[in-house]
């Protein structure tokens, strides 16, 4: 997935020699980095329809000329957003690894999932703000369903190999919204406990659904999440 270089314009002018160029080039990236900072904050902050270029230039601290020069409106910035969320959830997606019954495999599916967890943290206020309808209903939409058909078409991928017996789409669907959900509840402080306690638990539940009384003989015990009244 192609990413912004917004940099490549100012580097091109008035014949500047290599030097320069190179200054102007990374002087883009620092100011590209900051208006993508800046749209992340302002449209969990206030939302993709309530946000306006306005806010997100005075959070970067830039012009609204140096605006326009990277994105043509704040739809434009949202799905440079939305193209970085969504390389980086499919590239976890691939790295899952081979899923086992063993004390092996829990392990390695602890560590993805905790992998999971912080680009959750991370991203988290972005996906929320992209389940809006009308962003839903929209062609930035169309990016959030890729988005989730590439996820689970991956991770279904690693089921077909580990659990034959599941039908692989359905389990990938299934262990989507599990993961999401806590993860959310997790960051909307819905529920009282720690990461690495979260983490344990949606392995011990993930393993043990997968493979059941193999699992049995890994020990997955974790404290149990307490839901906010």
Same mark, same amino acid.
């Given at each position: 997935?192609?990413?912004?270089?917004?940099?490549?314009?100012?580097?091109?002018?008035?014949?500047?020699?290599?030097?320069?160029?190179?200054?102007?080039?990374?002087?883009? =990236?620092?100011?590209?980095?900051?208006?993508?900072?800046?749209?992340?904050?302002?449209?969990?902050?206030?939302?993709?329809?309530?946000?306006?270029?306005?806010?997100?230039?005075?959070?970067?601290?830039?012009?609204?000329?140096?605006?326009?020069?990277?994105?043509?409106?704040?739809?434009?910035?949202?799905?440079?957003?939305?193209?970085?969320?969504?390389?980086?959830?499919?590239?976890?997606?691939?790295?899952?690894?081979?899923?086992?019954?063993?004390?092996?495999?829990?392990?390695?599916?602890?560590?993805?999932?905790?992998?999971?967890?912080?680009?959750?943290?991370?991203?988290?206020?972005?996906? =929320?703000?992209?389940?809006?309808?009308?962003?839903?209903?929209?062609?930035?939409?169309?990016?959030?369903g890729d988005?989730?058909?590439?996820?689970?078409r991956e991770?279904?991928? =690693?089921?077909?190999?580990?659990?034959?017996?599941?039908?692989?789409?359905?389990?990938?669907?299934?262990?989507?919204?599990?993961?999401?959900?806590? @993860?959310?509840?997790?960051?909307?402080?819905?529920?009282?406990?720690?990461?690495?306690?979260?983490?344990?638990?949606?392995?011990?539940?993930?393993?043990?659904?997968?493979?059941?009384?193999?699992?049995?003989?890994? @020990?997955?015990?974790?404290?149990?999440?307490?839901?906010?009244?």
């Amino acid at each position: 997935m192609a990413r912004r270089d917004g940099a490549a314009r100012p580097a091109g002018r008035g014949g500047a020699g290599p030097g320069p160029g190179r200054a102007l080039r990374a002087r883009g =990236r620092q100011t590209l980095g900051r208006l993508l900072a800046a749209g992340a904050t302002v449209f969990a902050d206030r939302g993709f329809h309530a946000a306006r270029v306005d806010d997100i230039v005075k959070a970067a601290r830039t012009s609204h000329g140096t605006f326009y020069l990277y994105f043509a409106s704040k739809e434009d910035l949202f799905r440079a957003l939305a193209e970085d969320v969504a390389a980086a959830m499919v590239d976890l997606a691939r790295e899952l690894p081979p899923l086992s019954a063993d004390q092996a495999g829990y392990d390695a599916l602890v560590e993805w999932l905790s992998r999971f967890s912080v680009l959750y943290e991370r991203y988290g206020a972005l996906l =929320r703000t992209w389940t809006e309808a009308e962003i839903v209903d929209s062609e930035l939409g169309q990016v959030g369903g890729d988005l989730v058909s590439q996820f689970v078409r991956e991770l279904a991928s =690693r089921l077909r190999v580990s659990s034959p017996d599941l039908d692989p789409r359905v389990g990938a669907l299934a262990l989507v919204a599990m993961i999401e959900r806590a @993860n959310y509840y997790l960051q909307t402080r819905q529920i009282r406990v720690g990461r690495d306690d979260l983490v344990a638990t949606l392995a011990g539940v993930a393993h043990a659904g997968l493979f059941g009384a193999e699992a049995r003989r890994v @020990n997955t015990a974790a404290p149990t999440p307490v839901l906010r009244s």
